[in-house]
Antibody, heavy 120, light 108 residues
Framework: QLQLQESGPGLVKPSETLSLTCTVSGGSINSNTYYWGWIRQPPGKGLDWIGIFYYNGSTSYNPSLKSRVTISVDTSKNQISLKLSSVTAADTAVYYC????????????WGRGTPVTVSS | SYVLTQPPSVSVAPGQTARITCGGNNIGSKSVHWYQQKPGQAPVLVVY???DRPSGIPERFSGSNSGNTATLTISRVEAGDEADYYCQVCDSSSDHPVFGGGTKLTVL
């Protein structure tokens, strides 16, 4: 049973880089079955797609965040990482990792999410 | 970029049918997916590819899509269905997923 678990610091200072990891259990991130995605949700607001990583190394990012986002994997740890640079209060959100079977497709498994607050 | 529009809220009495709409330009030509999100929890996929249900999702949840409107229908609504619901499609111009703004379903 595939499971996803996000982790990372809950508090990040403005202008710094937010770094989160998503640990995958019950399956390999090297699988060509899945696209590994990050989605965030600001407090009281809707879902905002951040980007996606495919096992062959290809990535796709939300144009509004593209200049600040990097999604990568650590196959030795079976983890997907998210880095978002130059954060502001607008980046305060719950961050979810999720999997999809196709680029742009539905996300049929989500992690529980990890809250991140940007504040000095 | 492609925009999806949902009503902020829908209210329905227990046992009745709830219909949550998702509007988009020619959305009928796209595959629409729906998520349920309860407070403090991650979203859960309830309908995909317009009308298919993942394992474990009750038959009370169904979807339809035509023209400029997709609809999630919840029959025989229960108190436990109270949640936020989000629609999602793929923006074919970019292959990026796009989410609607969400609809809060209140069970009266």
């Amino acid at each position: 049973q595939l499971q996803l678990q996000e982790s990372g610091p809950g508090l990040v200072k403005p202008s710094e880089t937010l770094s989160l990891t998503c640990t995958v259990s019950g399956g390999s991130i090297n699988s060509n079955t899945y696209y590994w995605g990050w989605i965030r949700q600001p407090p009281g607001k809707g879902l905002d797609w951040i980007g996606i990583f495919y096992y062959n190394g290809s990535t796709s990012y939300n144009p509004s965040l593209k200049s600040r986002v990097t999604i990568s994997v650590d196959t030795s740890k079976n983890q997907i990482s998210l880095k978002l640079s130059s954060v502001t209060a607008a980046d305060t959100a719950v961050y979810y990792c999720a999997i999809s079977s196709s680029l742009g497709g539905y996300f049929d498994l989500w992690g529980r999410g990890t809250p991140v607050t940007v504040s000095s | 970029s492609y925009v999806l529009t949902q009503p902020p809220s829908v209210s329905v009495a227990p046992g009745q049918t709830a219909r949550i709409t998702c509007g988009g330009n020619n959305i009928g030509s796209k595959s629409v997916h729906w998520y349920q999100q309860k407070p403090g929890q991650a979203p859960v996929l309830v309908v995909y590819d317009e009308s298919d249900r993942p394992s474990g999702i009750p038959e009370r949840f169904s979807g339809s899509n035509s023209g400029n409107t997709a609809t999630l229908t919840i029959s025989r609504v229960e108190a436990g269905d109270e949640a936020d619901y989000y629609c999602q499609v793929c923006d074919s111009s970019s292959d990026h997923p796009v989410f609607g703004g969400g609809t809060k379903l209140t069970v009266l």
